[in-house]
Every structure is written in C-alpha cells, then in structure tokens.
C-alpha cells in the first residue's frame, strides 16, 4: 500500500473513486484531492480497473520517499510531480517499467540521485530538479534520456559539473 508515504493522511486502494474517469487524460493527486470526479478529503481510493488512465501522478506534501513499481498500479504514467516533499533519494526502481516524458522533483531534499535513476525514460523531455541539496551528479545520468529538451538544476548545492554530464544531448 501506500500508506507510508505520507505522514498523515493515508492512501488506500479500495473504491472506484476514478471509475468514471473514463478521459483521456486522467490524473492523480496526492495531497487529499484527487481527480477527475472527486473531492476527497484525506484518501485517495484507486479503482483497479481504471488506474491505467492515470497519466499524471502529483504528489505535494510530506511524501519521503518515491513509491517503486508505479507501473503496476499506473500503465500509462507518462507525468510524475513531487514537489514540496522531503524526497531524499531517486534510484532506478522509482520508474522501472514507465515510460516517462515529464519528471518533476521540484523543492525536495535530494541529495543522492543514483547512476542508473534515469534509465531506460528514452521519452523524457523535461526534468526538474531544481530547489534541492543536490551536490553531484553521476556522469551518465542523462545518458538515457536522449530526448530532453529542459534541465532544471538551479538553486542546488552543485559546486562542479561534469564534462561527460551532458553528453548524449
């Protein structure tokens, strides 16, 4: 489950709060409201059957560490936003199996960004990793997303870049 990601509020998987979301473009908020075709106080409730329209997942609030295998819960994550968080760390297992184009990790707390985070997302075009206490990067970390066309490290602890960082761009 994901109870643990928040510090208070829990998030459940038992009714078909996103049953009607039969649109295109569905999304899923973590902060106690989810959408469409709901206004949820304090659980977000994810029906089986329709978590694959979910493209969007955003998560705000006092989340400390990134859910792994959202693929199975969330077929067609293409979008992943946690920002004003107290994320520490990214590693690969946070997005095996998506395929995403837009990963947002905005005003968090990262420090640690493993090698291999990024691999395989061929397919993401913005990154944001601004506002956090990042101090290195791993050289290849970009090496995977061939497609990028927006970095965001600002506001950083970042005191040197690699010449390798941005290679493959």
Known sequence: TYKDLLDSKPIT???GVLGQAAQRRALARFNGVAYPDTDADTDLDLDGNSDSNVEALIMDGKFKFLPTNLNEIFKNLVRIEVMNSKLEKIKKENFNGLNLEVLKL???RL???DSDALEGQHSLIKISLDRNKIETLPDKIFSFTTQLETL???NNNLKV???NLLQNL
Do not use: G
Request: proline share 0%; net charge positive.
């Open 13 to 15: 998987r038992n009714s």
């Open 106 to 108: 905005s005003k968090n």
């Open 111 to 113: 420090k640690t960004i």
């Open 152 to 154: 965001r490290l600002e």
């Open 161 to 163: 870049l690699s010449e």
